[in-house]
């Protein structure tokens, strides 16, 4: 007889895990005991070799990957630690589970497109909307029809949620402000139209069917744009419309809204750009020390402080299509919100920094030392907005002999940049990427890319990720030193990028992938320069650039081969880390 722990360490809360652990103590078949600590699952048992190596296989079918999964262990215990009581969770929102996907979800099954399919381990139907209940095949099949007819159909829309709609072609309202969203109908054909790692695929598989960013394949026919957003169906309507497409030789197709949350890859792990929250949802969380404010509202988190815990509630992001955190009276101060987030679970947080680079908030470097003092490093500048007042500082510059050369060479490009209006705010990453893609051609080389600063910035990011080796060209990111910050000289390092445009005119992925690795770089230099005055042991990563995934793994290479980072794998990069951060301001503005 041997006792036999089966754990699930996961970096938040799977509720899917914790309703498994209770299916298998409510099961007679089987004699266990489960428990969980802090995030990690667990069910034990005791027996037979035979016997256990049948839970074994059963306990592997049924717990399905998860994005939050840390690792899975099976280990030889003495004794067990787990009880007969049943795991309290969160309500499960998930629609359908691999037991009950291939009877619903297959054209060959029988019960296929019966959407209030009964299923014993998800136990989904009991979730299922009356609206999505009522719907039979035929509808279904109606619906794919007004599909093929018209080139788009809006799906069944549920109460007080934003309605979803299909269409061949992508959604020109997006365009501007975030990347095309696609579905995918047929899995096994992914390869065949996006370049993806075995890590994506793993999450797109995942519990929590999460929203990725890939590119296309190169010269791909149809797939033009420079990244998506992709998907995997996430509810049992959804995954029969895409089965009912994938028969009629669909892959792939455009969807404008989805629930799924969107994930971005930092320093290894899987962490939401923003926390979706759901109706009557609360979070909670263990803080060490009470906060200075009791309660604070942000974007759509009402935060409050409970005796030794922060508690959230989250409003419904259905009807919102913001996806970043909403302009607050804190936002100045959202880099230090986000290191107070990060330091929830510390005793007494110190020696410490953040790297915050955001695409909606002030992009910072805040450290605090030993003493707990906070203090601003780094800002990054506000960039002008068009293309007029860029083009005069940068002739205003010690750039413009070089400039001119530019404008010699490649007057098409010079002319773009003159065009060029940025939508604000312009003090980020992003926005420098979008005025640095006129200068690589992204216009003029690629028909397809339009002037708007989304699909600007993705330029560069896709041209880097296409880049196959690993030296680069090393572009200047010098810091300007104001009276109480360093800031960037943005046109000397256009300057550096048009030099290098000018030298190497056929490499633009290589220079794409230089600046990256460039930026990285500095960035790590100005942090070890920090360490020498203050020793920092930690650094927080936040912000919603880091869903530039390749700016991301470029900073966590470097910065993690001397400092420990910390990505706040507890709540997101953006949005309810910024809420929750709020209550250990020192001040409030108005």
């Given at each position: 007889m041997k006792n036999i722990r089966f754990e699930f360490d996961c970096q938040r809360e799977v509720p899917f895990y914790g309703h498994l652990c209770n299916q298998y103590l409510l099961n007679d078949q089987y004699d266990v005991t489960i428990g969980q600590t802090g995030n990690n699952y667990f069910i034990e048992a005791k027996g037979e070799q035979p016997a256990l190596e049948q839970l074994a296989d059963a306990i592997a079918e049924d717990f399905l990957i998860s994005s939050w999964l840390i690792k899975p262990n099976i280990s030889l215990i003495e004794s067990p630690i787990g009880n007969n009581k049943?795991?309290?969770?969160?309500?499960?929102?998930?629609?359908?589970?691999?037991?009950?996907?291939?009877?619903?979800?297959?054209n060959q099954a029988k019960y296929f497109g019966q959407l209030d399919y009964v299923c014993p381990c998800c136990q989904a139907e009991k979730r299922l909307n009356k609206q999505h209940q009522a719907l039979g095949l035929l509808e279904l099949k109606l619906l794919v029809d007004d599909l093929e007819s018209k080139g788009y159909v809006d799906l069944p829309t549920l109460d007080g949620k934003q309605a979803i709609q299909l269409s061949y072609k992508p959604n020109n309202a997006m365009g501007a402000s975030e990347r095309q969203k696609l579905v995918i109908c047929n899995p096994n054909n992914l390869n065949a139209h996006f370049v993806v790692s075995d890590q994506q695929i793993l999450a797109l598989s995942s519990i929590e069917k999460p929203l990725i960013c890939s590119r296309a394949i190169d010269n791909h026919p149809r797939l033009t744009e420079p990244l998506y957003s992709l998907c995997f169906a996430n509810s049992r309507l959804l995954m029969v419309i895409c089965e009912l497409l994938r028969q009629r030789g669909v892959d792939w197709i455009y969807i404008n809204h989805t629930d799924n949350p969107q994930l971005a890859l930092v320093n290894a792990q899987w962490i939401p750009l923003k926390e979706t929250g759901h109706n009557n949802t609360t979070l909670s969380y263990q803080s060490d020390k009470a906060p200075l404010h009791d309660d604070a509202h942000l974007g759509q988190y009402d935060v409050h402080w409970v005796k030794d815990h922060i508690e959230v509630s989250a409003l419904s992001l259905a009807n919102s299509k913001n996806t970043e955190v909403a302009p607050v009276q804190e936002q100045h101060e959202a880099a230090t919100c986000a290191l107070h987030a990060a330091n929830l679970g510390v005793k007494k947080a110190k020696n410490c920094a953040v790297l915050y680079l955001s695409n909606s908030n002030k992009s910072r470097i805040?450290?605090?030392?030993?003493?707990?003092?906070?203090?601003?490093?780094?800002?990054?500048?506000?960039?002008?907005?068009?293309?007029?007042?860029?083009?005069?500082?940068?002739?205003?510059?010690?750039?413009?002999?070089?400039?001119?050369?530019?404008?010699?060479?490649?007057?098409?490009?010079?002319?773009?940049?003159?065009?060029?209006?940025?939508?604000?705010?312009?003090?980020?990453?992003?926005?420098?990427?979008?005025?640095?893609?006129?200068?690589?051609?992204?216009?003029?080389?690629?028909?397809?890319?339009?002037?708007?600063?989304?699909?600007?910035?993705?330029?560069?990011?896709?041209?880097?990720?296409?880049?196959?080796?690993?030296?680069?060209?090393?572009?200047?990111?010098?810091?300007?030193?104001?009276?109480?910050?360093?800031?960037?000289?943005?046109?000397?390092?256009?300057?550096?990028?048009?030099?290098?445009?000018?030298?190497?005119?056929?490499?633009?992925?290589?220079?794409?992938?230089?600046?990256?690795?460039?930026?990285?770089?500095?960035?790590?230099?100005?942090?070890?320069?920090?360490?020498?005055?203050?020793?920092?042991?930690?650094?927080?990563?936040?912000?919603?650039?880091?869903?530039?995934?390749?700016?991301?793994?470029?900073i966590s290479l470097r910065l993690g081969k001397n400092f420990a980072l910390n990505p706040n794998l507890q709540m997101d990069l953006e949005g309810l880390n910024i809420a929750v951060g709020s209550l250990f301001l020192k001040q409030r503005r108005h």
């Open positions: 049943l795991l309290q969770h969160t309500p499960l929102l998930q629609e359908y589970c691999q037991h009950c996907q291939p009877h619903f979800g297959d805040v450290t605090m030392d030993s003493k707990q003092k906070l203090e601003l490093f780094f800002e990054f500048p506000t960039l002008p907005d068009n293309g007029y007042d860029i083009v005069h500082q940068i002739d205003s510059s010690p750039q413009k002999n070089l400039f001119d050369k530019f404008k010699l060479k490649y007057p098409e490009d010079y002319l773009a940049l003159l065009e060029l209006k940025l939508s604000g705010p312009t003090n980020n990453i992003q926005s420098l990427w979008a005025i640095a893609a006129i200068i690589l051609g992204a216009t003029t080389a690629d028909r397809n890319i339009s002037s708007n600063k989304v699909q600007l910035n993705d330029f560069v990011i896709a041209s880097a990720m296409r880049h196959k080796g690993s030296n680069a060209p090393r572009v200047d990111f010098p810091l300007t030193r104001g009276e109480a910050f360093r800031s960037l000289n943005w046109c000397k390092t256009l300057g550096s990028i048009i030099s290098f445009r000018l030298a190497e005119d056929g490499n633009i992925e290589k220079l794409a992938f230089g600046m990256h690795d460039s930026l990285a770089d500095f960035i790590c230099n100005w942090i070890e320069h920090l360490d020498q005055n203050i020793s920092i042991k930690s650094v927080v990563l936040a912000g919603s650039t880091f869903s530039n995934e390749l700016l991301g793994k470029r």
